[in-house]
């Protein structure tokens, strides 16, 4: 045991900075490119979700319309107006998502009222306050003027997906939120209702904020006859059963969904958008894994490389008396805190370069990186199981 624990000693040293040079900078490269790749699949939920929700809140219901997109569906919102003075309501805001071109530039627009000032915590950074009479107007999140190229003052062309005529607006302000919002614009609500076409009392979201020491979400329900509509406008719509992942979480968390307005959880709203453009958790699941193992595939090749770099160290040692299969699980052991530390570092640089950059992938709505421990424990096992594998399944001249 005694000499094995030699020759073991002598076979690390044997392996050479090069070796631990090499393992080290893979690791990083890998787990770099894996992680930004995953931030990039994964902020699409994300998006998702903060573009319907908005920074996350307590006792505050949601509601939309069940469309295609979170872009394309709108409803009335005058059933809503009885609830301003309710018992234990704070706040009533209504919001209209509206795509646009600005400067060729696809970018979402926000109809917004009093109540989204008052939910939100908008600070203007340049130029003067939001001021929703001010019907020529517009405010700029912070990285949706970088991404225009625009600037207080500035008057820009504003057409809409939706419409034929485009506005010319001014830029009167730019804000920062820290939220999804800094990548938006933000118009008065009758701004964003001329450009999506729709009449007065339209929306696509409405918030309630209420106070839950006051009032209950299903007192609010039963006052806006939710969940007892008898009106032929909100006959239910039958829905599609969605894979059995989804499938279960939805009958868990229950949803009330009506043919023109639908008030849902958070998860809900999500997986059901991702469903109507024909994707689901699954299929990001899915992708994410892929992306994992193709990602860290150099992990594979590098244990093959470096079995071939030091298969005559390995000769040697087998003439001394040394098993290959032992020799290989040396190196691997050897070989693991450096994948580990490397894996780390690539992870931080990944995050640290999209925060950094803040590269637009949809409606110039940037990657919102959202790491965890099983992410880093996944990245971290993918590349030790994937090297290993290499070194084990590499062939050297003593093997029979």
């Known amino acids: 045991m005694l000499r094995r624990f030699n020759l073991a000693k002598m076979h690390m040293k044997i392996i050479g900075k090069s070796v631990f040079a090499l393992v080290f900078i893979v690791a990083i490269i890998s787990s770099f490119v894996c992680s930004i790749m995953y931030f990039t699949i994964n902020s699409f939920q994300e998006i998702l979700a903060d573009v319907i929700v908005g920074p996350r809140q307590d006792s505050t219901i949601i509601f939309t319309s069940p469309s295609t997109t ?47 000032i008052k939910t939100v915590n908008i600070k203007v950074i340049d130029g ?41 607006l001014l830029v009167a302000g730019i804000y920062s939120t820290n939220s999804i919002y800094d990548d938006e614009i933000l118009a008065p609500m009758p701004i964003a209702r001329i450009l999506r076409g729709v009449g007065e009392y339209s929306a696509t979201i409405v918030k309630i904020v209420y106070d839950k020491n006051v009032t209950t979400e299903e007192k609010i329900l039963e006052s806006l006859n939710i969940g007892n509509i008898t ?26 969904a009506r043919m023109n307005i639908m008030v849902a959880n958070e998860q809900y709203i999500v997986n059901m958008y991702l469903r109507r453009m024909g994707l689901s958790s699954d299929v990001f699941y899915a992708v994410s894994i892929a992306v994992l193992v193709i990602a860290n595939y150099s992990m594979f090749v590098l244990g093959k490389l470096v079995t071939v770099m030091k298969r005559r ?42 925060n950094t950059i803040n590269v637009p992938i949809l409606f110039g709505y940037t990657v919102k990186p959202v790491i965890d421990n099983v992410l880093i424990l996944l990245i971290i096992c993918a590349s030790i199981i994937l090297f290993s594998s290499g070194i084990i399944l590499s062939r050297v001249d003593t093997e029979r």
Not at 231 to 256: C, D, H, N, W
Not at 322 to 339: D, G, N
């Open 70 to 116: 979170p872009f394309t569906g709108v409803f009335d919102t005058r059933r809503f107006n009885a609830l301003t003075n309710a018992t234990g309501v704070r706040i009533v805001s209504s919001e209209l998502l509206v795509p646009v071109l600005v400067n060729d530039k696809p970018v979402i627009m926000r109809g917004v009222d009093e109540g989204f």
């Open 128 to 168: 003067r306050q939001i001021d929703l009479d001010c019907l020529y107007c517009i405010w700029v999140g912070f990285n949706a003027a970088k991404y225009l190229g625009v600037s207080i003052g500035d008057k820009v062309n504003v057409s809409s997906f939706f419409s034929k005529s485009p506005m010319c």
């Open 231 to 256: 009106s032929p406008e909100f006959i239910e719509r039958p829905q599609t059963r969605a894979s059995m992942p989804i499938y279960v979480l939805e009958k868990i968390v229950g949803v009330q």
């Open 313 to 354: 160290v390995f000769f040697e040692l087998y003439v001394q008396g040394i098993h290959t299969r032992f020799l290989k699980t040396i190196t691997i052991l050897f070989l693991l805190p450096v994948i580990v530390c490397g894996t780390l570092i690539g992870i931080l640089f990944g995050l640290n370069m999209v």
